[in-house]
């Protein structure tokens, strides 16, 4: 049984926390776990996976909600085995089968050959079960009164897909992704291409971002800690900032970026979000690189300063 520490207010969690998300439960399920053990109040997980799929599920806690964005942009990385022969109503082992295939016989040569195909920029057809909206309804509550609507294609890029391992009927793969790709239609349409049907059988993220699923810990180690060491796993909210430069801001920069001003930083080459410190090297925030050259905060942190 999980216990759920009571703690005031001012003893709220901040920081992020690596989960290793076990099969079984959805990404809200976790989240409210992970939410009682470290007993926070103000929790945001960085990107769902299905209950069938495990793996690296950060969970920003406090103040490090306000960079949830960032993970939520960032690349990811999938282990995943696709069976061949079959699909289901939700383009994986969870759904009900929806139809029997015959599989050819296959070689590394043309597994590759069609891999191919879907490296670089493509466009997928979301699937119905997703959470994608339309007109202000999930689509998988749609699906689930068996509702199908158009869905528009959307350009994602599969920067990397390797062929680790393939039998008569399944192929393991290793995928790095852009946000918002879809591995259940992946592993349809490469079926599809190799003439044959094909589902998810098995889904694990290894990377999201510079995060590692080395890094995480599994929500059933989480629980036979004691406080103090749950909340020491929590990392510093810059981390997940790393793709973003760092700036030195001077103290009387500070005063007028911390009221919400843009600021001129002399000598500044750096473009897009930058991250913003201190002298002391205490984080402030989130900044942008402007135009003209000034650096307009976009995401301040009330942070406790480091010791």
């Not at 391992?165 to 790709?181: H, M, P, R, V, Y």
């Not at 090297?281 to 976009?298: H, M, Q, S, Y």
């Amino acid at each position: 049984m999980l216990m759920n520490p009571k703690l005031s207010r001012e003893d709220e969690p901040c920081g992020i926390l690596l989960l290793d998300k076990p099969q079984g439960l959805t990404s809200t399920q976790a989240l409210g776990q992970a939410k009682r053990l470290l007993g926070a109040r103000k929790a945001g997980h960085t990107g769902s996976l299905d209950p069938i799929a495990s793996g690296l599920l950060p969970i920003c806690f406090g103040e490090a909600t306000k960079v949830s964005p960032f993970l939520l942009n960032s690349d990811k990385e999938y282990q995943v085995t696709v069976r061949l022969g079959i699909t289901t109503t939700t383009g994986d082992a969870d759904g009900e089968i929806s139809g029997r295939y015959f599989v050819p016989e296959l070689s590394e040569e043309v597994i590759e050959y069609t891999l191919d195909r879907f490296r670089g920029e493509i466009e997928q057809i979301p699937p119905m079960y997703s959470a994608l909206k339309q007109k202000g309804k999930r689509l998988y509550d749609l699906a689930r009164q068996g509702i199908t609507v158009p869905r528009s294609p959307r350009k994602v890029i599969i920067r990397a897909l390797r062929l680790c391992q393939f039998g008569t009927d399944w192929l393991e793969l290793e995928i790095a992704c852009s946000k918002g790709t879809f591995i259940r239609t992946l592993a349809e349409d490469v079926g599809q291409t190799l003439g044959t049907g094909a589902c998810v059988e098995s889904l694990r993220r290894i990377r999201v971002g510079d995060f590692h699923i080395e890094q995480a810990v599994a929500l059933e180690r989480l629980a036979q800690m004691p406080l103090t060491e749950r909340r020491a796993l929590l990392l510093p909210v810059d981390c997940a900032l790393s793709a973003c430069a760092q700036v030195i801001v001077a103290d009387e920069m500070s005063f007028y970026l911390l009221r919400g001003q843009a600021v001129m930083i002399p000598k500044l080459k750096a473009k897009g979000y930058v991250r913003l410190y201190n002298r002391g090297g205490n984080f402030l925030g989130v900044g942008e690189v402007l135009d003209d050259g000034r650096v307009a905060p976009r995401r301040l942190f009330k942070l406790k300063p480091s010791t």
